[in-house]
Structure formats: structure tokens, C-alpha cells
């Protein structure tokens, strides 16, 4: 049945561009701008979202079985109603964006979850998730000459987005978390007669600082850990607003650990990790009080801990690492005024070393809207 339903959806993506009632009652896989008169998933019914869905419906549309973008797509789920209301007693879950897989390459994004109804009502009885950002890949590069490594940054969060002059959310709804960045390491090593440096992802556990061979004496070596992604955000936007569940902004995502062993120089530099996603309402129904309690803003990502040794430069003559703290806290916005923040992340300490001394500082966590204040420590 799921072979024959899947390969119906062409067919049915043909009609609506003419635009029939479309009334999905098996499981499908749907992609593509879908334009129709009516809109409807059968009770029980998933349809899978390998790529972006856009639905513009004239007239109702109801889910009444659920969405699901695909895992690793970062796939969007948009509908937008004419006339008429936009019902989900099922749910809708965008994709997650893409783990980045080559050395250094960025995470993807999530899919956001888009909900529109120009004369009418948004009425969310079931769970709206937006995608969560996919995780960047560490770089490892060891070998000879002047090494500069940059791993790949974490993917953002999607958003959800809902606007209608009327908007009732059950279940609550959810924005997608940022990925975190990956790992960079550098080592100068003298290479044998013909070798080649070696290039991979595997620097996701770099040695703890001093546990290495000696230094060699020459070689530049420069590691740069990537940012973490931005969590999504939760926005809506009605003149009446009825709310059962908790609008939850996405988190940021963290920053990995950035290790370089060189020769004569060596430098090493934390990202700044994802901010937290904000929560925004405006409308003028929202009751305060107990309402308010149901909005949360996104924590900002993580830099480890002040404990944590995150970025690590070793070299005979000079040496240098730095961050730039934790991630920005989310906001509550309520018709544009901050009423609360999250929490800043955490941030993680730094080492330089050289012949002639060692500097350790640690960076600062982005407390509440403030952001983390940069540290960087050189020796000598």
C-alpha cells in the first residue's frame, strides 16, 4: 500500500496545481508547491516531506494524521489557508538538518513549520516541531608546513511560525535546537620521506594538553573550532491567542574543543556558540500571568566549562588562545517588550603554552541578554 500511495503523490501534485480538493487517506510521500481548493490528511495517515512542502489552500485545511519531514532533509512544512481555518489534530515535525560528514563541512539547517490563515483560525490541537540543526564536523590535519584547520559550524534551528487573527495551541509547539559545532585539532609532525599530511573528521577527542610527544622544531599550527548553530525561534502572531501548551524557543548549539601543537607558533580560538531562540507574541488577547509562564526562550549554547581546558596552543616560541564565551541567552518578547531571558551558556577555559611560560584565563558566560565576553591568552 505505501508503494502505491507514493506512487500516487506525483499524480496528486499534478491535479492540485489545477486546484482539486486534495484529501490524502494513505501514506504518501509529498514534496513541491501543492495548490487546491481544500486540503486534508485522513485520521492515522503519515505523510513523509523529503524536501520542502509548500500547501496554499482557497478553502479549510485539516490534518487530522500527521506531517513528518524526513530525518537529515531539513525539510519545511508551510501551509497557507485562504479562506477558511487551518485545523491540526494530528501533528507536524519538520526535518532535521543534515550531519555534516566531510572534514570541516557545516551542519545543515532544520526545517521551520509555517502556518498561515488570512480569514480564519489556526487551531493546533497536536504537537508542532520544527527541525533541530544538524551537528558540524571536526577536522583533524596533521603533518608538516603551515597548518590552518577550521571545523564545520552546527547548523541553525528551524522556527515555527504561526499568524491568524485567531490562534489556539493545545499541545504547544516547539522550535528546533542548534547543532553544535565539531572539533579542530593541528599537530606539526615531521613527516617522513614522501608522506602526505593527513586530513579527517577525527577530532572529537584531541589529547589532554602535555600528554602529547615533544614539540617539533618548526611548524605554524592554527586550529579554529566552529560556531555552534542558532536555536529557532517560536513566533505568533493573532489578535486572539488561546494557549494549553508551552511555546519553547530552540537552545543554541555548543562549541567543540580547538587544539593546535606547532612547531615555532601555535594558535587555537573557540567560535562563539549558538544563541538561544526567542519567543515572540504579539497579540492583544494573550492573558499574563499564568500564559506567560508557558513562554520559553532558548538557553545559549555551551564553551564547556570554566573547569575544561576548550582551546589548547602549544609551541617553542609563541602560543595564543582565545574564546569568545558562552552563547547569547533567548528572549519572551510580548508585542516587542522583553519580559524575560534564558540562560547564557557557559563559558570553557583556555591554555596557551610556550617555552617560556603558560597562560590559562577562562572565558565568560553569556548571562541573561548580555553576551560572553571574549578572553584570549598568549604566551609569551
Known amino acids: 500500500m505505501r508503494r502505491s500511495a507514493r506512487a500516487l503523490a506525483p499524480f496528486l501534485l499534478l491535479l492540485a496545481a489545477c486546484g482539486p480538493d486534495v484529501n490524502i487517506v494513505r501514506d504518501s510521500t509529498f514534496r513541491g508547491h501543492v495548490k487546491a481548493r481544500t486540503f486534508s490528511v485522513a485520521r492515522g495517515v503519515v505523510v513523509t516531506v523529503p524536501a520542502d512542502l509548500v500547501v496554499e489552500s482557497a478553502g479549510p485545511a485539516i490534518i487530522e494524521g500527521s506531517i513528518r519531514g524526513e530525518v537529515g532533509s531539513g525539510a519545511s512544512i ?34 521551520r513549520v509555517l502556518l498561515r490563515a488570512d480569514h480564519g483560525e489556526i487551531r493546533a490541537h497536536g504537537p508542532l516541531e520544527a527541525g533541530a540543526g544538524g551537528d558540524g564536523a571536526g577536522r583533524r590535519e596533521e603533518g608538516g608546513g603551515e597548518l590552518r584547520v577550521v571545523s564545520g559550524a552546527g547548523g541553525a534551528g528551524g522556527d515555527v511560525e504561526l499568524t491568524a487573527a485567531s490562534v489556539e495551541i493545545d499541545s504547544g509547539a516547539a522550535a528546533g535546537d542548534g547543532g553544535d559545532g565539531g572539533a579542530a585539532l593541528a599537530r606539526s609532525v615531521v613527516l617522513a620521506p614522501g ?16 600528554a602529547e610527544e615533544p614539540l617539533p622544531a618548526a611548524g605554524v599550527a592554527s586550529a579554529t573550532a566552529g560556531a555552534g548553530g542558532n536555536g529557532g525561534s517560536v513566533r505568533v502572531t ?50 499574563l500571568g499564568a500564559s506567560e509562564r508557558l513562554l520559553i526562550p ?10 575544561d581546558i576548550m582551546a589548547d ?34 563559558g570553557g577555559g583556555v591554555l596557551a603554552q610556550s617555552d617560556a611560560k603558560a597562560r590559562f584565563g577562562v572565558g565568560a558566560a553569556g548571562n541573561g541578554a548580555a553576551a560572553g565576553a571574549p578572553v584570549s591568552k598568549k604566551a609569551p
Open 78 to 111: 508551510e501551509i497557507r489557508v485562504s479562506t477558511g481555518d487551518l485545523v491540526v489534530l494530528g501533528g507536524l515535525q519538520a526535518g532535521s538538518g543534515a550531519e555534516a560528514e566531510n572534514p570541516g563541512s557545516t551542519g545543515g539547517p532544520g526545517g
Open 195 to 210: 608522506a602526505v599530511n593527513v586530513v579527517d573528521s577525527g577530532a572529537d577527542a584531541p589529547e589532554r594538553p602535555g
Open 238 to 287: 493573532a489578535a486572539k491567542l488561546a494557549l494549553g501548551g508551552p511555546l519553547r524557543a530552540g537552545t543554541g548549539g555548543s562549541v567543540a574543543r580547538a587544539s593546535a601543537r606547532g612547531g615555532t607558533s601555535a594558535t587555537a580560538a573557540l567560535s562563539k556558540p549558538g544563541a538561544g531562540g526567542d519567543v515572540s507574541v504579539r497579540s492583544s488577547g494573550l492573558m
Open 298 to 307: 532558548g538557553d545559549g549554547g555551551d564553551a564547556g566549562l570554566p573547569s
Open 313 to 346: 596552543a602549544s609551541a617553542h616560541a609563541s602560543a595564543s588562545a582565545s574564546t569568545l564565551g558562552g552563547g547569547d541567552a533567548g528572549s519572551v518578547l510580548l508585542g516587542g517588550r522583553t519580559t524575560a531571558t534564558g540562560d547564557g551558556g557557559d
